[in-house]
């Protein structure tokens, strides 16, 4: 059996005239955890639908667990646990009746998972989803998709809208799942705190394109970010090697860069600079860097404080 | 164990896991022979990915600071002693980098430095001085 | 449940049920209150013909109601299309979801003309049936509009589905034929072998639909009429369908805001969609009513008239059932928060929402009445003598002189709009509170039907009990009668201990509402009406021809008390 759970090449997707996907590659392996970063309306959700069949492939491929998910919905979505956007689920249903329907259609539905996580998160069976807040919508959407025990489970945006105490809960949740054999976890997420928790790898998706695609670990080692004093005062932002995204004014920069440290800091040298501090880039400092360059390697300055 | 976890000076999380049982160690809150959390409690407890542990962990297998018992839990070794010490001035060297970068920023040289410790040194011991006598006058 | 067809069923039938339950004992208690009321010299074959109505007018509710996509339908989904489309993320064939609920609806649909059908039949008709026909016809109306509207969310390509299934409809090949024995409901065809032509068809139906929900399911267009953006977010409204010029919003004030607001949801594109959409379904069935009168010499003139106003209730029912802004979203009835919190007051509001909707029925009826006299001969055999028919009506109105008319014609119009905000009320307190609604439904109804069995029981035939009849339906009259104006007087309180209306707006409502009275009073007593109405009239009848009179402002009322229920909890 192939070691490959998701495997989209090169898939594209329009929507009249907006570029949803473009040329996209994406392979996901068993076992890894996997975070799909971007700004609302970056292509993630659309990316996800095509794994889930809702989206026909209309230029690329797109295969889970070696299938076409739209040729065979029935034998693809059995091992498919999904969390949607926007937490699509009945309301006129009580929590309780959720339960059984769901648990209906996967031979492998454990209700006495389920009734332990509905006990972990305090929800009440008998409550009608109507009734129910945001968090414990939220809440309910995801037992209900990882009570069958998914081998893979995608989640989009899990806890998007969510206050602190709800969003450690499911965190949580979803970390359970994780430490269970051989499951491979999608999810996208905008909350980098909780992708860096919990992503072995991280892509990186801005107008429908990958723009990073790396595990997290190099990420971590690749990315640096300097706080660096010139002697003098810098009238546009410095030209230095490797940098991805540079900030500042006068005597004062700071930049993410990428790559070996050698070239960087030979660069500053050349300008006559020094490095106050250095360390790695956090995942935000480096998707903001990533979202807001543009194609080519010139990295942009933003001036603050003029 | 008591870990805390932050994302928001870039260092990764399995780094700060091993590097904070590095320091309990060397600090003597962790004792050699003491059995440490197994890895899905610990990550449950952090809210992180069981495999950031599983790599924390092995770096600290690796270097010999804690084993695993097969199928038995892991544990904290019990050749500490000349781990610790090195522990101990890895830890103490990264915080007086610290301090020289910022005297450099603030203009201070390696003497003024010195000398600025050993009088605090001394500010401290009297003061623990003073503490002391009035504790005893208190208690006559 | 064990499994995706068990589950799918269960919740079909779980949503359907109450439904089907209210709309089984409505039936039959409205034909026997009509039963009762009529006069016992009735031909026989009115009263055959009355519970067809009933039935058929009980069977469109249930339809309307259950198959309404709105009642599964998730935040962002076209108003057309497959409902299920939650499923559609769950490991299940697309066949599964397709047949399932469609024989769930098939069978409630044959529960809902069968067991109110044979219940009155054993009760009151005894007319001979004949089962197989009608339960195919259940069963083939059930199908064919089902398959249409599911098939497909684009508009345009809907509305091309159904053109198509019109022409082979009145080219025979969806129905049967039929021939109806008088009297009965037995029904025959000349062959058998149109029963599988329309087999074939609905096969064939049933197919595109399949594919359709397919490509549904896959995100995709069956066919592309470069509507792509049908696929993505809501187009509930007619306007985001269609291509219609659409004026820009006013800012000049907050009222005339809210006006554009309401003219673009309810206004006169919608009446004359709805009212175009009436015409053709009138037309349709019309048909099936030609068969209603075998004989030739009761003019067709009375069978078109009622079923183009059954549709007209219908087409008004569309048109009304937002008038308060209830809409279901995820299955649940409810009125968004940014409809409670419009910056106008409430009475401002109900008045607003209120005038553009009624307008918009009359509009639509206006339509229907056109179109019906314009379209009638290509559709209608003795079309030539309806007009005729009309035209004489019309000519003996004339004769009463014109303050007559002018009176009758005012007081038919508020009548009807009565009516019908009464009726847009009930339906909304019907959605909002559905379980209480019902309960309340069935209780009075389990009355009325314990009524009906317990005379019949004593008199053996209920035509023979006219008399007791009549003193039981009087004293029930008399409930109405002082229903009315106490529900007026502690409503009001309400409305003026919340300040929902001005003493200003009370004495405008006052002089309206003694306006009215003194029209229907001068009509009631006036000079030509005292021989038309029996001169042993009762009591409380005449009590009740006079108390009629408030009913307007009793509508305008209770749709100011509903809105600020709505409005403020």
Redesign the interface.
């Not at chain 2, 994302?7 to 999380?13: E, H, N, Y």
């Not at chain 2, 952090?46 to 950031?52: A, C, H, K, R």
């Given at each position: 059996m192939s070691e490959l759970v998701v495997e989209v090449n090169n898939l594209s997707r329009s929507f009249g005239k907006t570029k949803a996907l473009d040329c996209v590659d994406f392979q996901a392996s068993r076992g890894k955890v996997y975070g799909l970063v971007g700004a609302n309306g970056a292509g993630k959700t659309t990316l996800i639908k095509h794994m889930l069949g809702l989206m026909r492939a209309k230029s690329g491929t797109v295969r889970i667990f070696g299938e076409d998910p739209v040729q065979n919905p029935q034998g693809v979505l059995k091992h498919i646990g999904y969390l949607s956007e926007d937490r699509d689920i009945p309301d006129w249903m009580s929590i309780d009746e959720l339960m059984r329907y769901t648990g209906a259609y996967h031979s492998s539905w454990d209700q006495g998972y389920a009734d332990e996580l509905l006990e972990t998160f305090t929800l009440d069976p008998n409550k009608k989803i109507s009734s129910l807040s945001r968090g414990m919508r939220a809440q309910v959407a995801l037992i209900s998709a990882i009570s069958h025990r998914p081998d893979l489970l995608i989640l989009d945006e899990p806890s998007s809208g969510l206050d602190a105490v709800v969003r450690k809960d499911i965190l949580n949740a979803v970390v359970r799942t994780i430490s269970e054999e051989g499951r491979t976890v999608i999810f996208s997420s905008h909350l980098l705190d909780e992708v860096e928790r919990l992503s072995d790898h991280v892509t990186m998706i801005h107008n429908g394109r990958v723009t990073l695609d790396s595990s997290l670990e190099l990420i971590n080692n690749s990315y640096h970010y300097s706080s660096i004093r010139f002697e003098n005062t810098q009238t546009t932002a410095p030209e230095l090697t490797d940098a991805v995204i540079v900030s500042g004014d006068g005597r004062f920069w700071s930049v993410i860069h990428h790559g070996s440290v050698e070239p960087f800091h030979d660069s500053i040298e050349n300008l006559r600079g020094e490095i106050v501090e250095s360390r790695n880039a956090t995942l935000e400092e480096v998707f903001v860097s990533r979202a807001s360059r543009r194609n080519g390697s010139h990295p942009i300055a933003t001036e603050v404080g003029k | 164990m008591n870990i805390t976890?932050n994302?928001?000076?870039?260092?990764?999380?399995y780094r700060q896991i091993a590097n904070q049982i590095r320091y309990m160690v060397a600090s003597k809150l962790l004792k050699p022979g003491e059995e440490i959390s197994p890895?899905?409690t610990l990550?449950?407890a952090?809210?992180?990915?069981?495999?950031?542990v599983v790599?924390a962990y092995d770096e600290l297998a690796a270097a010999g600071v804690i084993f695993k018992r097969r199928g038995a839990g892991t544990y904290i070794s019990d050749e500490q002693s000349p781990l610790a010490d090195r522990e101990r001035q890895r830890i103490i060297e990264a915080r007086i980098d610290t301090l020289l970068?910022e005297a450099h920023?603030l203009d201070f040289n390696a003497e003024d430095l010195l000398d600025l410790v050993r009088e605090r040194q001394l500010q401290l011991d009297a003061k623990k001085q003073t503490e002391k006598t009035a504790a005893e006058n208190l208690d006559e | 449940m064990k499994s995706p067809s068990q589950a799918l069923a269960w919740s079909t039938i779980y949503l359907s049920w109450p439904v089907l339950l209210t709309q089984i004992v409505g039936a039959v208690s409205i034909i026997f209150l009509i039963s009762l009321s009529l006069d016992p010299e009735i031909d026989s074959t009115e009263s055959i013909h009355i519970v067809d109505f009933v039935l058929i007018a009980s069977l469109v509710f249930l339809y309307s109601v259950v198959l309404s996509k709105k009642q599964r339908a998730g935040n962002a989904t076209a108003g057309l299309g497959f409902p299920y489309t939650t499923e559609f993320s769950l490991p299940v064939s697309t066949l599964t979801l397709l047949v399932v609920p469609l024989l769930c609806f098939c069978a409630l649909t044959q529960v809902a003309i069968f067991v109110p059908g044979l219940i009155v039949n054993l009760l009151v008709l005894d007319a001979e049936v004949s089962v197989f026909p009608i339960s195919f016809l259940v069963f083939q109306y059930t199908i064919i509009p089902l398959m249409l509207t599911w098939w497909t969310q684009n508009g345009l390509a809907s509305i091309a589905g159904w053109l198509i299934a019109l022409i082979l409809y009145m080219n025979g090949l969806l129905i049967p034929e039929f021939t109806r024995m008088e009297n009965s409901w037995v029904l025959v065809t000349e062959s058998s072998s149109s029963y599988i032509v329309s087999l074939f068809f609905t096969a064939v139906l049933i197919l595109i639909a399949y594919f359709g929900v397919k490509q549904q399911r896959s995100g995709e267009l069956l066919l592309n009429f470069g509507n792509g953006r049908a696929m993505l977010g809501d187009t509930q409204h007619l306007r985001s369908w269609m291509p219609l010029p659409t004026p820009a919003c006013p800012t000049s004030s907050a009222i005339r805001a809210e006006i554009w607001k309401e003219r673009q949801l309810h206004g006169e594109y919608n009446a004359l969609f709805g009212g175009l959409a009436g015409v053709a379904a009138t037309f349709t069935i019309l048909s099936i009513i030609q068969f209603f009168v075998p004989g030739a010499n009761i003019p067709k003139f009375s069978n078109v008239v009622v079923l183009a106003m059954g549709m007209y209730v219908a087409v008004c029912t569309s048109l009304i059932v937002t008038l308060f802004g209830v809409r279901y979203k995820n299955g649940v009835a409810n009125v968004s928060v940014h409809d409670k919190t419009t910056p106008l007051n409430t009475a401002q509001l109900t008045l607003i929402r209120t005038s553009v909707t009624l307008g918009s029925t009359l509009i639509a009826g206006l339509v229907m009445a056109v179109s019906i006299w314009f379209f009638g001969p290509y559709f209608i055999n003795d079309f030539a003598e309806m007009r005729a028919l009309i035209l004489e009506f019309l000519q003996t109105l004339s004769e009463l002189g014109i303050a007559s008319v002018t009176l009758r014609v005012v007081l038919i119009l508020f009548a009807f709009l009565t009516g019908l905000l009464l009726y847009a009320t009930f339906l909304t307190w019907f959605m909002l509170q559905s379980k209480k609604m019902s309960i309340g439904l069935l209780l009075i109804s389990a009355y009325i039907f314990l009524v009906a069995t317990g005379l019949s029981a004593l008199f053996g035939n209920l035509k023979d009990s006219y008399v007791l009849q009549a003193s039981v339906f009087q004293s029930h009259l008399w409930i109405v009668i002082f229903f009315i104006p106490t529900s007026i007087i502690i409503m009001s309180r309400s409305l003026l201990k919340n300040g929902v209306i001005s003493a200003k707006g009370t004495m405008l409502l006052a002089v309206m509402a003694l306006l009215v009275q003194v029209l229907n009073l001068t009509w009631l007593f006036g000079a030509n009406n005292y021989d038309v109405l029996q001169l042993d009239i009762s009591a409380a009848h005449l009590s009740y021809l006079s108390m009629q009179g408030f009913l307007p402002l009793l509508a305008a009322i209770f749709a100011l008390w509903t809105s600020d229920r709505i409005r403020h909890g």
């Open positions: - | 976890i994302t928001k000076d870039g260092v990764p999380i890895v899905r990550a449950l952090l809210n992180v990915t069981p495999n950031t790599k970068a920023q | -």
